[in-house]
T-cell receptor
Framework: GENVEQHPSTLSVQEGDSAVIKCTYS??????FPWYKQELGKRPQLIID?????GEKKDQRIAVTLNKTAKHFSLHITETQPEDSAVYFC?????????FGTGTSLTVIP | KAGVTQTPRYLIKTRGQQVTLSCSPI?????VSWYQQTPGQGLQFLFE???????NKGNFPGRFSGRQFSNSRSEMNVSTLELGDSALYLC??????????FGPGTRLTVL
């Protein structure tokens, strides 16, 4: 089956700096890569996604890049704000099954 | 549309007991997935149901089981509870194999 690895597990940045979270996957058949944000005590929510036929996607301060050859994808958050503090999960979807990474706890220090 | 709901929100059980958790998906969503979330382990996939059939299954022991009803509502059951089963159990529904919409979760504590 698919194996998704996510790094780092924890990340602290100063407000205004950028944050990068990286994920790798093993199955070349995976073709959809969403990112979820889970704030403390809340449910995970989709923040951005990318399909295998696209190399980069941007939505305001967040962007995701995908390298199909290397089987890795990354989440980039620029100009971080305290409200970006949360756990972020990457996922790879093969067919109709989701495979999640282990999560990255991001803390933005004011 | 109403979001995904889960009941109960909190549950305390003792070792050896069994528990049933319920999930009501968003109207029109036929796929329901269940996840176990523990600190440091992320979202571990339990199983997915689609049109009352288990379509995918994760690597959990047979003590974990589930089912889906004709109205797409789903239940998961854990028998012979162990201390390590303490976790947040999340269900998620989807209309297509794309975005999953998560419920608020059921916090299970096993004493």
């Amino acid at each position: 089956g698919e194996n998704v690895e996510q790094h780092p597990s924890t990340l602290s940045v100063q407000e205004g700096d950028s944050a990068v979270i990286k994920c790798t996957y093993s199955d070349s058949a995976s073709n959809y890569f969403p990112w979820y944000k889970q704030e403390l005590g809340k449910r995970p929510q989709l923040i951005i996604d990318i399909r295998s036929n696209v190399g980069e996607k941007k939505d305001q301060r967040i962007a995701v890049t995908l390298n199909k050859t290397a089987k890795h994808f990354s989440l980039h958050i620029t100009e971080t704000q305290p409200e970006d503090s949360a756990v972020y999960f990457c996922a790879a979807i093969r067919g109709n099954q989701f495979y999640f990474g282990t999560g990255t706890s991001l803390t933005v220090i004011p | 549309k109403a979001g995904v709901t889960q009941t109960p929100r909190y549950l305390i059980k003792t070792r050896g007991q069994q528990v049933t958790l319920s999930c009501s998906p968003i109207s029109g969503h036929r796929s329901v997935s269940w996840y176990q979330q523990t600190p440091g382990q992320g979202l571990q996939f339990l199983f997915e149901y689609f049109s009352e059939t288990q379509r995918n299954k994760g690597n959990f022991p047979g003590r974990f089981s589930g089912r889906q009803f004709s109205n797409s509502r789903s239940e998961m059951n854990v028998s012979t509870l162990e201390l390590g089963d303490s976790a947040l159990y999340l269900c998620a529904s989807s209309f297509t194999p794309n975005e999953q919409f998560f419920g608020p979760g059921t916090r299970l504590t096993v004493l």
